[in-house]
Each structure stands twice: as structure tokens, then as C-alpha cells.
Nanobody
């Protein structure tokens, strides 16, 4: 059974930084597309960044240059380093993984999310 557990959320002032972690268990391979998504209050969930099995990343324009995705295959952990945070980054952040190497196949498993609140 695949499980994803996010951690690292919290409250921070605008301009600050946070690092989110996503511990994955039950995966039969580390060579899957993984990503971070977020859902702000009253809005639909949106993609933040994905990384495929070959290390290719795809950032949303709203976070490009401020957020960095990385993963530690040995620890089965995905990270999201967030810097220069803005109030509009406030959202519940979700980790997700697919079952294939390319992200075009979509996500199959989701974590429960971690709340990030950025105050002005």
C-alpha cells in the first residue's frame, strides 16, 4: 500500500522560507513521476512542480525561481524548498506520485497535505 506523508508546513512571514518533506512508502520503484500540488482556500488544486523519473522538472510560473524540488531516492523522500514566500503561497500543499516514469500519465497517489500560511 502506497503512503505519502507530508511534513514541514507552518506559518511564516512574507519573504521567509520553508522546506516541505514527503516520505513515501510502499512504492515498488523510485522511478516514478512525483510532484507537489497546492490548494488555496476557495480555490481549486493546482500544480506547483513535478519531477519525472529522469529528473526533468516542470514548475508553475508562479513559483519559478523561488521553489526548488528535489528527491532523495535512498530515503524515498521528496522535498520542496520554498523561498521568498508570498501571502498568495498560502495553501495546503500535497505530495503526489504516479505509477509511471513520465508525468504525462498523471498522479495515482496523494498525501493528506500540510498547511503553509504566509503572513504579510
Amino acid at each position: 500500500q502506497v503512503q505519502l506523508a507530508e511534513s514541514g508546513g507552518g506559518s511564516v512571514q512574507a519573504g521567509g522560507s520553508l522546506r516541505l518533506s514527503c516520505a513515501a512508502s510502499g512504492l515498488t520503484s523510485s522511478r516514478y513521476c512525483m510532484g507537489w500540488f497546492r490548494q488555496a482556500p476557495g480555490k481549486e488544486r493546482e500544480g506547483v512542480v513535478t519531477i519525472n523519473a529522469y529528473g526533468r522538472t516542470n514548475y508553475s510560473d508562479s513559483v519559478k525561481g523561488r521553489f526548488t524540488i528535489s528527491k532523495d531516492a535512498a530515503k524515498n523522500t521528496l522535498y520542496l524548498q520554498m523561498s521568498s514566500l508570498k501571502p498568495e503561497d498560502t495553501a495546503v500543499y500535497y505530495c503526489a506520485t504516479g505509477r509511471r516514469d513520465y508525468c504525462a500519465y498523471g498522479m495515482a497517489y496523494w498525501g493528506k497535505g500540510t498547511l503553509v500560511t504566509v503572513s504579510s
